[in-house]
């Protein structure tokens, strides 16, 4: 891995190449990773969404764009914290980990870390612990902005057959109070539900119970791939979400999230993803494109990882 401490904007950064990622994260502020470039895709730059600046505070909170760690539920005083302190850095050989300062509100330490496993592939861990006294319930939740004009998807379970006896649901649907299934926003396929992006006129939400753990966002020939390994038994926020996916036509986010937990003094959530890029595929708007491009190379890339 490659290192090298940066300005990045308004930012004091790392960027971290490695194999064919590039990934730059915040040390002023966050944490976050505020980009993700691939030497696969160099014509399409970072694949993430940044705020345009000057910004404003949105409930008290700079968006930034991005990669960042939230708690849930959602709560419009805990989750918009401001992370405007500079962070702990520790670096290692293949990665570094970014500590904020303890929010004082909450009593969370949160922090994020980062490991190359391969020369596509990065692991992002994603910690809160419990520097308070009191017992504190909360999931970690990992959201991950995306530029507009792409095309969002997420896998849903296997399929069944009725005649051979799967006589019972294997997955639910969650959606918000401003959720129009009848939005040409939503994409249904067997397989995998799409989400067309510019067709979002206003905020759409959705959340997936029983998710498989692979999601990802398809623009301009390039696919950002994230898996985060179910936690199936555990009880989840937001209804028993393991997976939301957001976008009000600005921006796109994927959205995981660990069981929820309620941590005793200093005990902790780790939640981890994984990432990865494919580069030079199709648009993954229909099964045929879906199963070819995107579920056969990613079975095979989830099975190194696990």
Sequence with gaps: MKLTRIKYKSYDALKLTHGSLELMVTTSCGPRVISLKSAQAESVGNLFYEFPEPQKRYLGQYLRGGHRLWHAPEDLVKTYLPDDEALHVKLSVDGVSLTQPIEKKTGLEKSI?????????????????????????????????????????????????????????????????????????????????????????????????????????????????????????????????????????????????????????GQKIVHTEYWTVLANIPKPSSDRVYTTHIQAPLKKWVGHLL
Excluded: C
């Excluded at 990992?142 to 004009?149: E, F, G, N, Q, Y």
């Design 113 to 265: 870390q980062v490991k190359f496993v391969s020369k596509n592939t990065v692991k992002i861990s994603h910690t809160l612990k419990n520097k308070s006294k009191k017992p504190i319930t909360r999931a970690a939740w990992a959201v991950t902005m995306l530029p507009p004009k792409g095309y969002g998807f997420f896998t849903l379970p296997p399929k069944g057959d009725h005649a051979k006896g799967d006589l019972l649901p294997t997955t639910v649907l969650i959606p918000w109070t401003f959720t129009d299934f009848s939005s040409p926003v939503w994409d249904y396929h067997q397989s995998f539900i799409g989400v067309n992006v510019a067709k979002a006129k206003n905020p759409q939400k959705l959340g997936i119970y029983n998710y498989p753990g692979i999601s990802g966002y398809w623009r301009e020939g390039v696919a950002f791939i994230k898996y985060a390994k179910p936690n199936l038994g555990k009880p989840h926020t937001d209804m028993g979400s393991s997976f939301e996916t957001f976008t009000n036509g600005q921006f796109f986010e994927l959205e995981t999230l660990s069981d929820l937990r309620t941590l005793k003094a």
